[in-house]
């Protein structure tokens, strides 16, 4: 019983850092986004990332960046990737607004 409290609590504290993240329109984040080497330019929206091994996630850009534990951004929220980060993204998707 404790267990299933203190995930629903961290879930809950993952959502409600999700949504203070966002901000109220939907505008791309400026700048680039480097996913295993790979640019992508003023991204928006959800990325996969490796199936099989961690990705390496180097964020240029003006916004923080979400790993999730599933595809599509399924799943829970695994850890931020904020501006001006590089590090290993252990999860299988991203999504950055």
């Given at each position: ?29 400026q700048g680039i986004l480097f996913i295993d ?40 929220v695994v850890h931020p990737i904020f501006a ?14």
């Amino acid at each position: 019983m404790m267990r299933r409290t203190a995930r629903l609590l961290g879930a809950c504290a993952a959502a409600a850092m999700l949504a203070l993240a966002t901000p109220g329109t939907a505008q791309a984040a400026q700048g680039i986004l480097f996913i295993d080497g790979a640019p992508n330019r003023d991204p928006s929206g959800c990325f996969p990332l490796g199936d099989f091994a961690p990705s390496q996630v180097s964020n240029y850009t003006s916004g923080t960046a979400w790993v999730w534990t599933g595809p599509n951004c399924g799943g829970e929220v695994v850890h931020p990737i904020f501006a001006g980060q590089v590090t290993i993204a252990h999860g299988r998707s991203l999504y950055i607004e």
